[in-house]
């Protein structure tokens, strides 16, 4: 499988991962981000990305693959995760397999930008770690 690594900036804001293991960073977002994975794997690296905007939306769509996201630790973030037949772990919540659940960063809120994870899995998985909690690696 082939590997990479890209920046990803506010110009590209859909990502697919069709058969295929991808690596990026995302720096910024434009409120129309996009990250579709089938047959494959993808990780995403948000520990530098800035949110100029108030809510930014991240979706990502899992079928058969997985994805990981990693994320400052100080983010502001909402998650809406949905699975069927699938797993999703979200920081500080039980992992979710069937059905929809939705969390939020309530120490957070009022303090400046949110990220708002649009997470969806369907025979798959997706795993989202703040910086520093088990499963968040470097990239280099």
């Known amino acids: 499988m082939n590997q990479s690594l890209q920046v990803q900036s506010p110009s590209k804001s859909k990502k697919k991962v069709l058969f295929n293991d991808s690596k990026f960073r995302l720096l910024s977002l434009n409120n ?6 089938v047959f494959g794997n993808v990780e995403i690296d948000m520990r530098k990305v800035e949110l100029s905007e108030i809510p930014q ?6 079928v058969f693959g997985s994805a990981t996201v990693i ?3 100080d983010l ?10 699938a797993s999703i772990r979200q920081p500080d919540l039980p992992e979710v397999h069937f059905g929809e659940q939705t969390s939020q960063d ?3 809120f009022g303090q400046g930008p949110i990220l708002e994870i649009r997470a969806k899995a369907v025979f798959g998985n997706i795993e989202i770690f703040r910086d520093g909690e088990n499963g968040a690696e470097v990239i280099q």
Not at 32 to 37: C, D, F, G, I, L
Not at 57 to 62: A, C, F, G, K, T
């Open 71 to 73: 994320l400052p630790a």
């Open 57 to 62: 939306v991240l979706n990502i769509e899992v």
């Open 76 to 85: 502001p973030v909402k998650i809406k995760s949905s699975a069927v037949l």
């Open 32 to 37: 129309k981000n996009k990250v579709e994975v």
């Open 106 to 108: 309530s120490d957070f």
